[in-house]
C-alpha cells in the first residue's frame, strides 16, 4: 500500500528557533498533501493544503508567515515552523492522496516540543 | 463550517463483544466518510472508508452509513485488547478535494 514517510519522528528546538519537518510520498505520486496539527486529548485540525509547484492553501486562523509551506516536487512537501514558541508544540502530521485517489495516506507525525 | 461530533468516552467492552462506535456529521452534503484508529502517540491508520448508505463490511468491521440522518457507525466484532485505541470519524472538506476534517474521536477500552 501507499506509504507516506514525515521525518524527524520528534524534534525539541529552543524558542525563537526554525523547525523543518520533511513529508514524502515513497511509492507514489502525491499532487496534493495535508498538514494536520493535533493537540494532546484533541483530535486532528487540517493546518494547509499543500499543491504541487503552487502555493499552500492554508485554514483560517494558521499564519502563513509562520508556518511555511513547501511542495516542490511529486514526491516531497515540508513544513517550517519559524520562530518557534512553546505553544507550537504539538503533533504535526502530513497526508497524501494519489491524483484522483482518497483516502488519505499518513506519515507517523512529528512531536514538536519547543523548550 | 463542517463539524463532526462523536462521544469521547471511553467506551469499555469486554474481550469478544460487540463495539459500536458512533459519529454524526453536520454538512448533508458530505460525500466520503472514513474510520481512521489511533494508537497513543501514533499518526491515524485507516480502517474503513463508505460513500453510500447501507452497511460495508471488512472483516471483523462494518461501517454503516445513514445520509438522512447524517450519522455513520462503526461497528468492531469480537473485539480484543489490541483493538483499544482512539477511532476518529472523518467526512470530506469539501467536494473539491480530499482534505478531511476529523472528530475528537472516542477512546475504546476492551478489557480481556
Known amino acids: 500500500g501507499a506509504v507516506v514517510s514525515q521525518h524527524p519522528s520528534w524534534v525539541i528546538c529552543k524558542s525563537g528557533t526554525s523547525v523543518k519537518i520533511e513529508c514524502r510520498s515513497l511509492d507514489f505520486q502525491a499532487t496534493t498533501m495535508f498538514w494536520y496539527r493535533q493537540f494532546p486529548k484533541q483530535s486532528l485540525m487540517l493546518m494547509a493544503t499543500?499543491?504541487?509547484?503552487?502555493?499552500?492553501?492554508?485554514e483560517q486562523g494558521v499564519e502563513k508567515d509562520k508556518f511555511l509551506i513547501n511542495h516542490a516536487s511529486l514526491t516531497l512537501s515540508t513544513l517550517t515552523v519559524t520562530s518557534a514558541h512553546p505553544e507550537d508544540s504539538s503533533f504535526y502530521i502530513c497526508?497524501?492522496?494519489?491524483?484522483?485517489?482518497?483516502?488519505?495516506?499518513f506519515g507517523n507525525g512529528t512531536r514538536l516540543t519547543v523548550t | 463550517q463542517k463539524e463532526v461530533e462523536q462521544n469521547s468516552g471511553p467506551l469499555s467492552v469486554p474481550e469478544g463483544a460487540i463495539a459500536s462506535l458512533n459519529c454524526t456529521y453536520s454538512?448533508?452534503?458530505?460525500?466520503?466518510f472514513f474510520w481512521y484508529r489511533q494508537y497513543s502517540g501514533k499518526s491515524p491508520e485507516l480502517i474503513m472508508s463508505i460513500y453510500s448508505n447501507g452497511d460495508k463490511e471488512d472483516g471483523r468491521f462494518t461501517a454503516q452509513l445513514n445520509k438522512a440522518s447524517q450519522y455513520v457507525s462503526l461497528l468492531i466484532r469480537d473485539s480484543q485488547p489490541s483493538d483499544s485505541a482512539t477511532y476518529l470519524c472523518a467526512v470530506n472538506k469539501d467536494q473539491a478535494g480530499t482534505a478531511l476534517i476529523f472528530g475528537k474521536g472516542t477512546t475504546l477500552s476492551v478489557s480481556s
Open positions: 497526508s497524501a492522496t494519489e491524483e484522483g485517489g482518497s483516502p488519505l495516506h
Open positions: 499543500s499543491n504541487e509547484g503552487s502555493k499552500a492553501t492554508y
Open positions: 454538512d448533508r452534503g458530505s460525500q466520503s
